[in-house]
C-alpha cells in the first residue's frame, strides 16, 4: 500500500508543477489583463469587436483557417514577420484579451492575419479570393469557400455585393453569385483584424 | 546475419512451470472482449483517420479535389430546366472542406486510433502485470463503448461545422464531455486494478502505464474548462492549449508506448531488462520534464519570455530520459538482433523504440530558438508529427496488437507475407513521408525567413512536389492499414491458424516461441 502511496504522490507532484507553472501562474500573471485607453485617440485598444465580426470569428473556426494562416506577429530577431510586412510591432498578450478561442496557430501554408485588416480592407477583394482564390491570387493552393455563397437569379436590378466574377468562375447569364451572412461576417471578421495600434508594452516605431 | 539457419534458442529462458503459464492464459481470456473491442474500433478509426488523411493531403496539393457533393441543384430548380435535366448536380459543400477533413483526419487518428489503441494495450498490461484476471471486464468494455460513440459525434460535429478550431481540443463540449467521461471510468478502473494486484516487484511497464491512465484525465478536463466552458484570457487559453497538447504527446501515448516496449522487448527476447536502474531514472525525469514541455509550441509568441523560456529549457532536458531509456532498450536487445529476422513483434517494437529516441532528440532541436526559428511554423513540424505519432507510437502499437491479438483469440495470424507487406508498406512510407516533409519543410521555413522569397510565386511553389511527395507516401501506409485491418478481421472471426506454432517471417529452428 506504501509503494501505491509513494508511486502516486510521484505521479501527482511532477504533474502539478507544470500545472502551477503553464496554467495558474500565466492566468495569475496575465490572465486578467484590461484594455488600455489611448488618451490621443481617446480609444480603447484593443477595441472591442461588432457582433457582425464576432459572428466571423465563429466562420472562421467552423472552417479551420487556422490550420493554413497563423495570428501572432513575432518580433524582430524572430524570423521575417515585420520584414513582410504582416505587423507593424511584434502582438503581445494583451492584443487577444477579446478572443474566444485564440486563434494563434501553428502553420504558415498560408500568410499570417494578425494585421490582414490593415493590408487588405477592401470587401469585395475578400469574397472573390474567398470564392475563388486563384482568382485573385494565381497558383494558390488556399482552397475554395464557395458553399459560403449562394447562386440565385437577378431580379430587377442585380445586387449590390454581387461578386465580380470573371471567366469560369462567372455565373450563368442571368445569375448572380451573393454572399451568405457567414461569408459576409467572415469578412467582416477578416476587416477587424488589425493589430497595429501602439500599446505601452508594444510601441510601433 | 546472413544465414537463415540461426536459430532463436541463444539464451533464450528455461520454459517457465506449466502454472505460469496457465494463470497467464486466465488472465489474456479474461482480456479478451474488452481489448478486441478497442482494437476493433481502433482500427476502424486508423482507416477512418487514413481515409480524412489521404484527402486532405491530396487537397494541400490540388485544391478543387474532392470539393462538392451531388445534391438537389437550386438553380435549376429557379430555372424550371430541373423538370428536363437531372434535378441533381454537383455542388460545392462545407464538409468536404479542408479544414474540416484536416481537424477529422487529426481527431479520428489521435483519440479514435491512437488513443484506443492505446487503452487497449494498457489495459492488457495492467492486467498482466498485476497477474489477476481482468476486474469488471464489462465496465472497460461499456467505457469502450461510450468512448467511440463521443467521437462518431465529434467527428461528424468538425464535418457539420461545430469545430473550436483549438488544435487537438477541436471536439465540441458536449463530445468532449462524453469522453471525458468514458475515459474517466478507465481511470478509476486502472487504480482499482492496481490496487487489488497480486504483492511483489512493480514492474516499470507498471508505472508508465499506470501514470499515463492517472495524467489524462485530469489534462482533458482542465484544458475543456479553461480554454472552452469558461475560457481565460486569449494569450492564456494558447499557453494552456499547448500545455495540453504537448502533454497528450508525452504524458499519454509516449509512456504507454514506452511502457509497452519495455514490457515487449525483455519478453520476446527472453532476458530481463538490462537496468532497474536506469528504468527509474528515465520514467521520473520524463514524468518531470516532459509535462513542462507546452510552451515551446509558441515560441516567438505573445507571451512573456519566462513561459517559453522554462519550456525550451525542460526540452533539452528531455535528452536525459530519451538517452537513458535507448540505452536501457538497447542494452536489452543487444546480442538478440539476429531476433528481428523473425519474430514480427520486436520488429515492430524495435522500429518503434529506435524512432522514439531520434523523434525525440529531433524535437529537443526543434525547440532551440534559432532552429526553431525557421521550422516553427512549416512542414518540418508536420514531418515531426508523423515521426513520432506514426513511426514511434503507431509502429509500437502494431507490434503489440501482433503479440496480444493471437493470445485472446486463440489462433495464430495467417500469414507471414501479409505481416511483411504490412511491415515494409509501414516502414517505407512513413521514412518518404517523413523525409519529404523534414526536406520540403526546411526549404519552406529558409525561403520564409527571407523577405524578399516572394510567398505566393517561390514558395508556395517549390513546396508542391513535397506534398505531393507525402501523399504518393501516404498511399503506401493506406495500403499497410487496410492490409493489417483485413488479417485481424480474420483472428476476430476465428480464421487464424490453428496449427502450428506462432508465425515468423523466416524459419525457425528450434522450440523457442518469441
Ligand atoms: C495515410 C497516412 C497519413 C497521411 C497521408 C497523413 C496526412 C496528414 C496531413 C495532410 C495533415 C495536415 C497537415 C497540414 O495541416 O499541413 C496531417 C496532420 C496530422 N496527422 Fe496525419 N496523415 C497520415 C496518417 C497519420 C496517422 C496514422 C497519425 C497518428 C497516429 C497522424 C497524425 C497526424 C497529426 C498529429 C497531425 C497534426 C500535425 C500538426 O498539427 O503538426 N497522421 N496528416
Ligand atoms: C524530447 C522529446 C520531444 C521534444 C522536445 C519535442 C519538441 C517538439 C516541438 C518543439 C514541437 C513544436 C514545433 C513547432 O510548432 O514549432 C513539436 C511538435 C510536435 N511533436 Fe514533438 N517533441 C518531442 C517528442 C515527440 C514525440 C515522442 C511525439 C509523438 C508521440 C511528438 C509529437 C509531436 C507532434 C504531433 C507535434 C505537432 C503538434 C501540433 O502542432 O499539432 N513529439 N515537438
Same mark, same amino acid.
Given at each position: 500500500m506504501n509503494r501505491m502511496r509513494n508511486l502516486f504522490i510521484g505521479f501527482f507532484a511532477t504533474f502539478i508543477s507544470s500545472w502551477l507553472g503553464l496554467v495558474v501562474a500565466p492566468h495569475l500573471q496575465f490572465g486578467g489583463l484590461k484594455e488600455h485607453l489611448d488618451e490621443d485617440e481617446n480609444q480603447y485598444l484593443p477595441p472591442a469587436r461588432t457582433g457582425l465580426?464576432? @459572428?466571423?470569428? @465563429? %466562420?472562421?473556426?467552423?472552417?479551420?483557417?487556422? =490550420?493554413c494562416h497563423t495570428q501572432q506577429v513575432r518580433p524582430a530577431h524572430q524570423g521575417s514577420d515585420l520584414a513582410r510586412g504582416w505587423g507593424a510591432r511584434r502582438t503581445v498578450a494583451r492584443d487577444y484579451i477579446h478572443d474566444r478561442p485564440h486563434f494563434l496557430g501553428t502553420m504558415r501554408t498560408g500568410p499570417d492575419l494578425a494585421n490582414i485588416g490593415h493590408r487588405q480592407n477592401n470587401e469585395g477583394w475578400h469574397h472573390k479570393h474567398l470564392y475563388a482564390p486563384q482568382s485573385v491570387s494565381k497558383g494558390s493552393i488556399m482552397p475554395p469557400f464557395r458553399y459560403l455563397y449562394k447562386t440565385q437569379r437577378i431580379v430587377g436590378a442585380p445586387s449590390a455585393d454581387a461578386l465580380q466574377l470573371e471567366g469560369p468562375d462567372a455565373p450563368q447569364p442571368g445569375f448572380e453569385i451573393v454572399p451568405t451572412e457567414d461569408a459576409k461576417a467572415l469578412v467582416a471578421y477578416l476587416i477587424s483584424l488589425n493589430r497595429n495600434y501602439p500599446l505601452p508594452e508594444a510601441p510601433v516605431d | 546475419m546472413t544465414d537463415n539457419t540461426h536459430s532463436i534458442p541463444a539464451g533464450a529462458p528455461p520454459m517457465p512451470p506449466a502454472s505460469d503459464a496457465a494463470e497467464r492464459a486466465a488472465i489474456d481470456q479474461s482480456c479478451r472482449r474488452p481489448v478486441l473491442f478497442f482494437f476493433g474500433s481502433a482500427l476502424f478509426w486508423l482507416l477512418a483517420g487514413t481515409f480524412f488523411a489521404i484527402v486532405t493531403s491530396i487537397k494541400l496539393h490540388d485544391p478543387e479535389f474532392m470539393n462538392r457533393a451531388p445534391l438537389p441543384d437550386a438553380v435549376r430548380f429557379q430555372t424550371g430546366e430541373f423538370l428536363r435535366a437531372n434535378p441533381i448536380s454537383m455542388q460545392d459543400v462545407g464538409f468536404l472542406t479542408f479544414g474540416r477533413f484536416r481537424a477529422a483526419h487529426l481527431n479520428s487518428v489521435a483519440y479514435g486510433?491512437?488513443?484506443? &489503441?492505446?487503452i487497449g494495450v494498457g489495459v492488457w498490461l495492467m492486467a498482466r502485470l498485476c497477474r489477476v484476471p481482468l476486474r469488471r471486464p464489462s465496465l472497460v468494455t461499456a467505457a469502450g463503448v461510450l468512448w467511440n460513440i463521443g467521437i462518431a459525434i465529434g467527428i461528424a460535429a468538425i464535418l457539420a461545422g461545430q469545430s473550436t478550431s483549438v488544435e487537438w481540443l477541436e471536439f465540441p463540449p458536449y463530445a468532449a464531455l462524453i469522453l471525458g467521461t468514458a475515459y474517466a471510468i478507465i481511470a478509476i478502473w486502472? %487504480?482499482?486494478m492496481f490496487a487489488s494486484r497480486k504483492p511483489g516487484h512493480v514492474y516499470v511497464t507498471l508505472w508508465y502505464v499506470l501514470a499515463a491512465f492517472f495524467w489524462f484525465p485530469w489534462l482533458y478536463a482542465s484544458a475543456n474548462i479553461l480554454i472552452l466552458l469558461k475560457p481565460v484570457q486569449g494569450s492564456v487559453q494558447a499557453i494552456v492549449n499547448w500545455w495540453f497538447g504537448h502533454n497528450v504527446l508525452g504524458l499519454w501515448f509516449t509512456p504507454i508506448g514506452i511502457g509497452a516496449a519495455y514490457y515487449m522487448i525483455p519478453k520476446v527476447i527472453g532476458r530481463p531488462?538490462?537496468?532497474?536502474?536506469? !528504468? &527509474? /531514472?528515465?520514467?521520473? !525525469?520524463?514524468?518531470?520534464?516532459?509535462?513542462?514541455?507546452?510552451?515551446?509550441?509558441?515560441?516567438?509568441?505573445p507571451l512573456? &519570455?519566462?513561459?517559453?523560456?522554462? !519550456? /525550451? %529549457?525542460?526540452?533539452?532536458m528531455m535528452v536525459i530520459p530519451v538517452v537513458v531509456t535507448a540505452i536501457n532498450h538497447h542494452m536489452t536487445t543487444r546480442g538478440?538482433?539476429?531476433?528481428? @529476422? =523473425?519474430?514480427?513483434?520486436l520488429r515492430f517494437v524495435v522500429f518503434g523504440a529506435m524512432c522514439y529516441t531520434l523523434v525525440s532528440l529531433q524535437g529537443s532541436s526543434m525547440a532551440i530558438r534559432s532552429l526553431n526559428e525557421i521550422t516553427h511554423f512549416t512542414h518540418y513540424t508536420i514531418g515531426h508529427a508523423h515521426f513520432g505519432l506514426y513511426a514511434f507510437f503507431t509502429m509500437i502499437m502494431f507490434g503489440c496488437m501482433y503479440y496480444i491479438v493471437p493470445r485472446l483469440c486463440g489462433c495464430e495470424w495467417r500469414s507471414a507475407y501479409l505481416i511483411r507487406l504490412h511491415f515494409w508498406t509501414a516502414a517505407y512510407g512513413i521514412a518518404a513521408m517523413v523525409a519529404a516533409l523534414t526536406i520540403g519543410g526546411l526549404v519552406q521555413g529558409l525561403m520564409l525567413a527571407d523577405p524578399a522569397k516572394d510567398f505566393l510565386g517561390e514558395i508556395l511553389a517549390i513546396t508542391k512536389p513535397y506534398l505531393v511527395g507525402r501523399s504518393l507516401s501516404g498511399v503506401l501506409l493506406s495500403i499497410g492499414h487496410v492490409v493489417f485491418a483485413y488479417h485481424f478481421a480474420l483472428m476476430v472471426l476465428q480464421l487464424g491458424r490453428r496449427e502450428g506454432g506462432p508465425v515468423y517471417f523466416n524459419p525457425v529452428e528450434g522450440e523457442a516461441r518469441p
Open positions: 465580426a464576432e @459572428r466571423g470569428a @465563429r %466562420v472562421y473556426a467552423a472552417n479551420g483557417c487556422v =490550420y | 486510433w491512437a488513443t484506443s &489503441a492505446a486502472a %487504480v482499482d531488462i538490462h537496468s532497474y536502474y536506469l !528504468s &527509474a /531514472i528515465g520514467f521520473w !525525469s520524463l514524468a518531470l520534464f516532459y509535462s513542462w514541455n507546452g510552451g515551446h509550441h509558441l515560441i516567438g509568441g512573456p &519570455a519566462w513561459v517559453i523560456t522554462a !519550456s /525550451i %529549457v525542460a526540452s533539452v538478440h538482433f539476429h531476433m528481428l @529476422r =523473425y519474430s514480427p513483434t
